[in-house]
């Protein structure tokens, strides 16, 4: 992953740890900084000056007051050390960012894509690499987010939307734009984002459950993603919150799938409208009081909360964060996803710590840029890469 001229390339392990440290918690100060990571002053010190000479740590611009004493100093990184693109693919369109190393966006962009090929695709996405290359501080690595499965951060073995199998995208993205590439599930990549940068940096489990055209969903526990053999295969959408409910295109009756999908709702409304209506339109006109599109909604909403409840039941994170690009369904009807949540869970269970992210494309491009950043940071620590 990386290139001899990356900073992190001489880093031991120890140094590595440190660095990763003031990363994700920094500012930090040094005495801080030592208690965290179990060093003494003087190890500290050795491990630090190598890193502030090779400019991946710097002394923070504010210092920190302490009891009215001498101001500290603390220390943090350099985000601007290194820059990272993040790629969100979707079927017809290919969305980009420029980040720092701490997935700020500092510019973005998108593509068209028309022609699905595999050669063609990356085209595009070398296309979309130039337009957002930062010609001062070169890219240092190319993170891409896909809807499916997704083998050894390169391989595509499924992408049921782009009909591809057995597509080694990571390759081909590398030799197309001279740039180090990691692939991954988008929503893999989402929840990396959250734990390193986002809502979820300050707790060790937390899930993210994404409602739109398909319903996906993850986990960090202990403070690492939990993956598996069948990671990329939507099995949660088929999760059954419903026996008399309608059935999903794979048969499956009253799953979340079938009820919650943007597309699920569309074709709901639009068979008992008599008339075709858009997802939005939907929830429109079930904020007006339309009896029919009230129902759909109301139905979809307990289907949520019923699907939020047993992820809380079974998984018991600290915190569940709810995205996606329908994730406004949550928004109009949230008074009755709570009420399902709440009937599916024992009177003395603890509060669900739930966070609203409002769903944009460059969500999902940043979540594909912190990959790239973890997999640039953690090619030596082995006991922390996902």
Same mark, same amino acid.
């Given at each position: 992953?990386?290139?001899? =001229? ?18 994700? #918690? ?50 943090? *990184? ?43 695709? *990356? ?6 690499? &130039? ?8 890219? &240092? ?7 499916? *499965? ?35 599930? @988008? ?5 990396? =984002?959250?734990?390193? %940068? ?7 489990? %937390? ?30 959408? #088929? ?13 499956? !009756? ?25 997802? @939005? ?9 339309? &009896? ?8 979809? +909403? #307990? ?6 409840? &047993? ?28 009420? +399902?949540?709440?009937?599916?869970? #024992? ?6 710590? /739930? ?9 999902? +491009? ?8 973890? !997999?640039?940071? /953690?090619? +030596? ?6």
């Amino acid at each position: 992953m990386l290139d001899a =001229a990356s900073p992190w390339a001489p880093l031991l392990p120890s140094a590595r740890r440190v660095t990763l440290e003031v990363l994700l #918690h920094g500012p930090l100060a040094r005495s801080e900084l030592a208690d965290r990571l179990g060093l003494s002053t003087a190890s500290l010190t050795r491990l630090t000056k190598p890193l502030m000479d090779a400019g991946l740590l710097r002394e923070a611009d504010t210092p920190s007051l302490r009891g009215g004493g001498r101001p500290l100093q603390p220390l943090d *990184v350099d985000p601007d050390v290194q820059r990272f693109i993040g790629i969100k693919l979707a079927g017809f369109r290919a969305y980009g960012v420029l980040t720092n190393l701490r997935a700020d966006i500092l510019g973005s962009a998108a593509v068209e894509i028309t022609d699905q090929s595999p050669d063609a695709v *990356v085209a595009r996405i070398a296309e979309l690499v &130039a337009e957002l290359d930062d010609r001062a501080r070169p890219v &240092a690595a190319i993170g891409i987010g896909i809807g499916g *499965v997704v083998r050894d951060f390169s391989r595509v073995q499924r992408a049921v939307f782009l009909h591809w199998g057995e597509i080694d995208l990571g390759a081909a993205v590398t030799a197309a734009t001279d740039r180090p590439t990691v692939v991954s599930n @988008d929503v893999d990549a989402l929840l990396e =984002a959250e734990h390193w %940068f986002g809502d979820g940096r300050d707790v060790e489990s %937390f899930a993210v459950l994404t409602i739109g055209a398909g319903v996906g969903g993850g986990l960090v526990v202990h403070d690492r993603l939990v993956s598996g053999p069948d990671s990329g295969l939507g099995l949660l959408g #088929h999760f059954p919150v419903d026996p008399l409910g309608p059935a999903c295109p794979e048969g499956h !009756r009253g799953c979340v799938k079938a009820l919650l999908t943007t597309d699920a709702i569309q074709s709901q409304a639009a068979l008992t409208l008599d008339r075709p209506v858009t997802y @939005d339109e939907v929830l429109d006109l079930a904020e007006a009081g339309n &009896a029919v599109a009230d129902q759909i909604v109301g139905r979809a +909403a #307990h289907a949520f909360g019923t699907l939020i409840a &047993a992820v809380a039941n079974i998984a018991q994170p600290e915190r569940i964060i709810l995205t996606g690009e329908g994730i406004r369904l949550a928004q109009v009807a949230e008074a009755r996803v709570r009420a +399902a949540i709440a009937q599916s869970r #024992h009177a003395e269970a603890s509060p669900i710590d /739930l966070r609203f992210i409002n769903d944009d494309p460059t969500l999902w +491009a940043r979540g594909a840029a912190a990959v790239a950043i973890q !997999r640039t940071v /953690l090619v +030596a620590l082995p006991s922390r890469a996902n």
